[in-house]
């Protein structure tokens, strides 16, 4: 868990401490439209999934994001 | 197949953007970080029939064309003079091109010099035509809302010109293409084609969440979506463009992808482990200038010994329509 929120803080280039899995995204100065892109990189090059339009959409708290953090 | 160019004549750089935003997150070095671009050229003025007349002109002088030798002209291009008369035919009587041309404009961006290629290849081998000038042309930052920092910050204005005659047909490998129209609504300009006329309700600005304004007559780019588009649709083509070609990946001398900014060619390239010296990133001068991007690249990678006469190059344009298309050049 500890190594996936690092993952998350490290593409978002935010505070590790900020990251927790409850936290609401919007809340985030850094989940603008650079900080969605950092986390797609993420899930593509980790976890191999590509997100789509509603899914991305759908994105809400640092949970959500964690959802998609499943090893293939 | 001979390359020329033409960029617009004003530049807009970091510094520039930098000045005008005053935003600590959008300071000059950020702009660069985010998108590996330092400037990008703009039009003024020009249209696209201009830049199109002047890089043409540009490859007439440069390799000495007789332009009585070219029989079709083909022109790309997401803003055209006029909706009619087709801004082809424009360029045909400003470059003194034979009656006897065919010309005709085709509407893609991103994957445009791709569709061109193909089509030109078609031509010749229909020997419908033997010399094509085949030009991408696009001044994307006319729709772009000076206060739109996700567009003005990419996109730059050019045009890029290339001659074709028969002995090409053979230099253009096999294509793989792909069309997803359900990704219209994140790369568009909503309003001024006949599905919504323009109006003083389509000229309201409005400011979304991340502070950049935009009005339905401006370009709207969904960023995220597209950058995820992108990573579901390049890396299967490009395996399929290499088995339609029977190539192996190592056998490709030199990538040379659709310019869209840095960071989504470096993932591009992470992904498909590409070493980096053969694959082509250069957006630090040009931005992304659309269909242009890829003539550019080839021309530039030319001048600097990156590519010669016999190499092995793989194209990839993707993007706005959803469209996209790949194939492999022997030069």
């Not at chain 2, 064309?65 to 079709?72: G, L």
């Not at chain 2, 065919?102 to 791709?114: R, W």
């Not at chain 2, 969904?222 to 070609?245: H, K, Q, Y």
Request: charged content about 25%; hydrophobic content about 40%.
């Amino acid at each position: 868990m500890e190594e996936k929120l690092a993952l998350i803080a490290d593409a978002l280039d935010a505070d590790k401490e900020v990251i927790t899995p409850e936290k609401v995204l919007e809340e985030l100065e850094e989940w603008d439209s650079m900080g969605v892109i950092a986390v797609i990189s993420m899930l593509d090059k980790k976890y191999k999934i590509q997100l789509k339009a509603d899914q991305i959409k759908a994105l809400k708290t640092i949970n959500d994001i964690l959802e998609y953090m499943q090893e293939r | 197949m001979l390359f020329q160019f033409e960029l617009g004549a004003q530049s807009v750089t970091n510094d520039d953007l930098a000045a005008f935003y005053n935003e600590p997150k959008w300071s000059a070095s950020k702009i660069y970080c985010k998108t590996g671009i330092r400037s990008r050229p703009v039009v003024m003025d020009e249209l696209v029939s201009d830049l199109a007349v002047g890089a043409a002109e540009r490859l007439f002088e440069e390799y000495e064309i007789d332009r009585n030798s070219v029989d079709f002209l083909l022109l790309c291009t997401q803003s055209p003079d006029y909706f009619l008369p087709t801004t082809a035919c424009l360029v045909q009587h400003r470059l003194s091109l034979p009656k006897s041309t065919g010309a005709l404009d085709f509407n893609l961006g991103c994957s445009g010099f791709v569709y061109g290629l193909s089509l030109a290849q078609g031509l010749l081998s229909t020997r419908a035509a033997s010399k094509i000038l085949l030009i991408m042309s696009e001044t994307y930052t006319r729709h772009i809302h000076p206060m739109d920092k996700s567009t003005r910050t990419i996109f730059g204005d050019a045009a890029a010109a290339t001659l074709l005659h028969r002995e090409d047909i053979s230099r253009i490998g096999k294509f793989v293409l792909g069309t997803d129209g359900s990704g219209a609504p994140n790369l568009i300009v909503p309003s001024g084609g006949m599905a919504c006329p323009r109006s003083s309700e389509t000229a309201n600005e409005q400011t979304d969440e991340a502070g950049n304004v935009r009005s339905m007559d401006n370009i709207y780019m969904n960023g995220p979506e597209i950058f995820s588009f992108t990573l579901r649709a390049v890396p299967d083509m490009v395996r399929r463009t290499l088995e339609r070609n029977e190539l192996s990946a190592e056998e490709i001398d030199l990538y040379v992808f659709h310019q869209a900014n840095r960071f989504i060619l470096e993932n591009l390239r992470d992904r498909l482990e590409i070493p980096e010296e053969r694959f082509y990133i250069d957006v630090e001068e040009t931005g992304n200038t659309v269909s242009a991007t890829i003539p550019i690249a080839l021309r530039n990678a030319l001048d600097n010994g990156l590519i010669r006469e016999g190499s092995i190059v793989l194209i990839a344009g993707f993007g706005v329509g959803y469209s996209w298309g790949a194939t492999v050049l022997r030069l």
